[in-house]
């Protein structure tokens, strides 16, 4: 059984940077494709990026494109998301979970194996 636990969140001011860390345990992170959600009280959990399990293949959403950039290191079983130009609105709980297939439009429901999140605020 795969684990996923999320690191790195934190406080910090708008235009700030951080860098999340997904790290895996169990051989069966192999071949699985991986992404990070976020979520803030009374909202849907919602796509942020995710990562093919070879690497040169990710999606972002549109909110972030040009922001975050996801990437993996497979060697040591993370997956990373460095964020910057922080803004309020990137405030949330962040997830990430593993996919057997990696869709042109990433979804909750394709996901498995969640870990029980880092939690970001960004404050203006």
């Known amino acids: 059984q795969v684990q996923l636990v999320e690191s790195g969140g934190g406080l910090v001011q708008v235009g700030g940077s951080l860098r999340l860390s997904c790290s895996a345990s169990?051989?069966?992170?192999?071949?699985?494709?991986t992404g990070w959600f976020r979520q803030s009280p009374g909202k849907e959990r919602d796509f942020v990026a995710a990562v093919s399990w070879s690497g040169p293949t990710s999606r972002y959403a549109d909110s972030v494109k040009g922001r975050f950039t996801i990437s993996r290191d497979n060697a040591k079983t993370t997956v990373y998301i460095q964020m910057t130009n922080l803004k309020p609105e990137d405030t949330g709980l962040y997830y990430c979970?593993?996919?057997?297939?990696?869709?042109?439009?990433?979804?909750?429901?394709?996901?498995?194996?969640w870990g029980s999140g880092t939690q970001v605020t960004v404050s203006s």
């Open positions: 979970a593993k996919a057997p297939l990696l869709m042109a439009t990433p979804r909750a429901e394709d996901f498995r194996s």
């Open positions: 169990g051989r069966t992170f192999f071949g699985w494709h």
